[in-house]
């Protein structure tokens, strides 16, 4: 049973890798990447995005949530969760109006419980993004100098950790966690100067930044679910529960090797007038999380309400990059989401079975432009249809995710965005077929 267990996980592993390698390139096309590292990426896993963010406190037994490894001993079979994505970004400044748009692999997640107290959770999710192209014209003498300023790449976070439950009765469940961290990925900054006329061209110039990181952090995280079903009332079909959820990641140096290079150009790179080398630090910020939620059960009726509330920080003012600091902001996020499903064990009937969500998210971001802190607010929701035909653990385990956000960012400030993201997730527990999974009855 252990050797088969060691080559599912295997195979799942194995059939991740591939694709997982696209998660380091930039999947985002916006000018505020161009600050610190890129983007940060806080969205989770497509149940927790179309409810707003809201995850710290989110347990389920066949999902994982990597934004809290205490969640891990929670779960109840292997579970192997993949999602992508899909961007539609329209900004704006003045009346010049420039959309873009752009898709691919977003996470990828594998989870299983090692023991009736411990489980483990691993994957990969992207930490920044970083994608911008824009050029910024100055008038010199009787020529005009055309600065562009072009970014790519991003890092990515793979994660490996284990939970254990502490407590476990019949009212009390306490579990703690933590993550192994390892942060890597390429980004790519360049600056070109290229002068109109044509005597000035000798003074074409770029200059470009190209960093990779490669190092180790971890996180921690405690999750408490506690049944308060006298405090509120004393009918017995109804199951009231209080989730609580933290999680905790400390400030890191990163190895980072860095190269500097600038040269002359006229139409392609020529002449380098100075290209440095060297191996330096990425100061990575603190973050902390913390979130809670109540969930009503109705036993005779078979559904399930849910809603929580989520508030993150990131310290991004502390974020260096080879000693400089990066003149950022902590960024505050503060989130909500609320999940319905109308009848647990509907035996007919598709959108009986079907889970509901809804949420909202508003950010005060980490960019500051002329005093004025960039704010963020987004609304979300999803759904997800539980796969019925695979005969998974159970008839909701296996499930298709779908989640859809529509945000502004920048609200007020000369440049805004006005974004639609979709996400597509698929949840898989071991069905009939896997046969690796099914207890034999002779040996």
């Known amino acids: 049973m252990i050797k088969s267990k060691v080559r599912y996980f295997f195979f799942m592993l194995c059939t991740g890798i591939s694709p997982l390698l696209g998660l380091s390139q930039s999947q985002t096309h916006s000018p505020y990447s161009q600050y610190g590292v890129g983007d940060p990426v806080r969205t989770g896993f497509v149940n927790s995005f179309a409810m707003g963010g809201a995850n710290r406190w989110m347990s389920d037994e066949f999902m994982m949530n990597p934004n809290n490894p205490a969640t891990y001993s929670n779960l109840r079979s292997t579970v192997y969760d993949v999602g992508l994505f899909y961007n539609t970004t329209q900004g704006q400044t003045g009346d010049v109006i420039q959309e873009s748009d752009n898709a691919g692999l977003r996470y990828f997640g594998l989870g299983f419980p090692v023991s009736d107290r411990l489980g483990w959770g691993m994957g990969i999710t992207p930490y920044s993004e970083m994608g911008y192209d824009f050029t910024s014209p100055t008038n010199v003498g009787s020529t005009t100098a055309n600065t562009r300023y072009t970014g790519l790449g991003g890092l990515s976070k793979i994660h490996g950790g284990l939970s254990w439950e502490a407590v476990k009765d019949s009212a009390n469940r306490l579990s703690v966690g933590a993550n192994l961290l390892y942060f890597m990925g390429p980004v790519e900054q360049t600056t070109s100067v290229a002068f109109t006329g044509a005597q000035a061209q000798q003074f074409n110039s770029v200059i470009t930044r190209e960093m990779r990181t490669s190092d180790v952090n971890f996180d921690v995280g405690v999750h408490y679910k506690k049944d308060i079903t006298k405090l509120f009332t004393k009918k ?30 006229r139409n392609q790179p020529k002449d380098v007038v100075r290209e440095q080398r060297d191996t330096t630090d990425l100061t990575l910020p603190m973050e902390y999380g913390f979130g809670g939620s109540i969930e009503v059960t109705n036993i005779n009726k078979k559904n399930r309400f849910i809603i929580g509330f989520n508030y993150d920080h990131i310290d991004w003012q502390s974020l260096s990059i080879g000693g400089s600091n990066e003149e950022l902001s902590g960024s505050h996020v503060y989130s909500a989401g609320m999940q319905y499903t109308p009848n647990e064990q509907a035996l007919r009937g598709l959108f009986k079975l079907m889970r509901y969500r809804l ?12 005093d004025n802190q960039l704010s963020d607010f987004a609304v979300t929701g ?19 995710n779908f989640g859809v ?38 040996n």
């Open 359 to 370: 949420g909202a998210r508003y950010a005060d971001t980490r960019i500051v432009i002329d």
């Open 236 to 265: 017995k079909a109804n199951r009231i529960y209080l989730n609580l959820g933290a999680s905790f990641m400390p400030q890191a140096q990163l190895n980072m090797n860095r190269t500097q290079t600038a040269f002359s150009s």
């Open 405 to 442: 956000e529509y945000g502004v960012r920048g609200g007020g400030a000369e440049f805004t965005e006005n974004y639609t993201r979709f996400m597509l997730g698929l949840s898989i527990t071991p069905s009939f077929w896997d046969k690796w999974f099914q207890k034999r009855r002779i």
């Open 382 to 400: 999803g759904f997800s249809v539980p796969l019925t035909a695979s005969r998974s653990t159970t008839t909701l385990s296996t499930t298709l």
